[in-house]
C-alpha cells in the first residue's frame, strides 16, 4: 500500500507540462490525477524559479508560488477554469495545464526608426505623435500594445523579454492610410533588458483610397420643349472619352443635341440645338455615353440606372 501512495506521489510530481499559445482554457477533468489539486512549477526565460507569483482561477481559487517557484491550487473536480499566472515586473500568462510554465519578464524592448513613403513617392520618417500598434504571439494575458513615434521617426515598445508578435497595419498619417510591408517582428529584436535586441525599423507605403464608383446621380424625367437636361456624375468624368450622339424623340425621331461640361466635370448640361425637344407629352431619350476621368468606367446615358431606356416626358 505504501509503495502505491509513493508510485502516485511520484506521478503527480512528474507531470511537466509546457505553455500552450492556443486556448486558455483549462480541462480539469483532463490533467492531475489528484483529485481537485493542480500544481505549478513557475520559471522565468532563464530557468530561474519565480517566487511569489499569484497563480489564480477564474472561479476566484487564488495562491502564490512559493521560494521554489511551486504552487498548488485547489479547484473543483470538473469544469473548464482559466489560470492566470502574474507578478510585477513580469508579462501576466495564462497556463493551460499544470507543471512547468514559463513567467517572462518584462525589460524587452523594440525600437527603431519608422520611415514611410507617400502617394508621390516621397520618402520621409513618420512624423511625430503618429500611432504604432503591435500584438504578441503567445500566452500573455497582454498582448496589444501601443506607442507613439518620436523625434526623427524613433519609436519604442516596452515588451516582455524575447517575445514575437507583429505590427498593427495600417497606420494612419494625416488622415491618410499606410501599410507596414514587414509586419513581424521577432525575439531577436526585443532581445531582454541585460542583452538588448537588434533595431527594427518598419516601413510605411502609401495605400490609395478605393476608387469612388463611376455613376450618374441625378438624371431628370422632365424637361421643358426648351429646357436644359442636366445630368449628374459620382466623380469627374473624361470629356474627351465621353461623347452624346443625339437624343431620340419617340414621335418625331432624332433631335440634334449641344452638350456643355462644367469645370469640375461633374455635370452634363444638354440643351437641343434647335432649340425644342418636341411637344408636351412627347418622350425622348439621350443617346450617348459618359466614361470617368481614367477614361476606362463608363455609364450609358440611354439606360442611366443600368435597366431599361429611361425616357426624359416633354412638360
Not at 493542480?38 to 495562491?63: H, I, L
Not at 523625434?151 to 494612419?172: H, I, R
Not at 434647335?274 to 408636351?280: I, L, Q, V, Y
Amino acid at each position: 500500500m505504501k509503495k502505491f501512495i509513493l508510485f502516485a506521489i511520484f506521478a503527480v510530481a512528474a507531470v511537466s507540462t509546457m505553455v500552450s499559445c492556443g486556448k486558455d482554457e483549462v480541462d480539469v477533468s483532463l490533467n492531475d490525477t489528484t483529485v481537485g489539486v493542480r500544481t505549478y512549477q513557475v520559471n522565468d526565460r532563464q530557468g530561474s524559479a519565480v517566487a511569489g507569483a499569484t497563480v489564480t482561477a477564474n472561479n476566484g481559487a487564488t495562491t502564490t508560488t512559493d521560494a521554489n517557484g511551486v504552487a498548488t491550487l485547489s479547484l473543483p473536480t470538473s469544469g473548464n477554469f482559466i489560470i492566470t499566472i502574474s507578478k510585477d515586473g513580469y508579462a501576466a500568462i495564462t497556463a493551460n495545464y499544470p507543471g512547468s510554465v514559463t513567467l517572462p519578464k518584462m525589460g524587452g524592448k523594440l525600437a527603431g526608426i519608422a520611415t514611410y513613403t507617400d502617394q508621390n513617392g516621397n520618402l520621409d520618417v513618420v512624423p511625430s505623435g503618429t500611432t504604432l500598434a503591435v500584438v504578441l504571439d503567445g500566452n500573455y494575458v497582454k498582448k496589444n500594445y501601443t506607442t507613439t513615434v518620436g523625434a526623427n521617426g524613433k519609436y519604442e515598445f516596452p515588451l516582455p523579454e524575447n517575445c514575437d508578435g507583429y505590427f498593427v497595419s495600417p497606420v494612419t498619417i494625416s488622415s491618410d492610410k499606410y501599410a507596414i510591408s514587414s509586419i513581424y517582428f521577432y525575439s531577436n529584436s526585443v532581445g531582454t533588458a541585460d542583452a538588448p535586441g537588434t533595431s527594427r525599423s518598419v516601413s510605411l507605403t502609401y495605400i490609395a483610397p478605393p476608387a469612388e464608383p463611376f455613376a450618374i446621380v441625378a438624371f431628370p424625367g422632365t424637361v421643358t420643349a426648351t429646357g436644359s437636361v442636366i445630368i449628374k456624375f459620382s466623380s469627374a468624368a473624361d470629356d474627351i472619352s465621353s461623347y452624346v450622339n443625339n437624343a431620340y424623340n419617340t414621335s418625331t425621331g432624332n433631335i440634334s443635341v449641344t452638350s456643355v461640361w462644367s469645370a469640375d466635370k461633374k455635370t452634363l448640361t444638354l440643351t437641343p440645338t434647335g432649340g425644342s425637344w418636341g411637344t408636351a407629352e412627347d418622350r425622348f431619350y439621350i443617346s450617348g455615353s459618359a466614361y470617368d476621368k481614367d477614361g476606362v468606367s463608363g455609364v450609358n446615358l440611354r439606360y442611366p440606372d443600368g435597366g431599361s431606356t429611361k425616357y426624359i416626358t416633354i412638360k
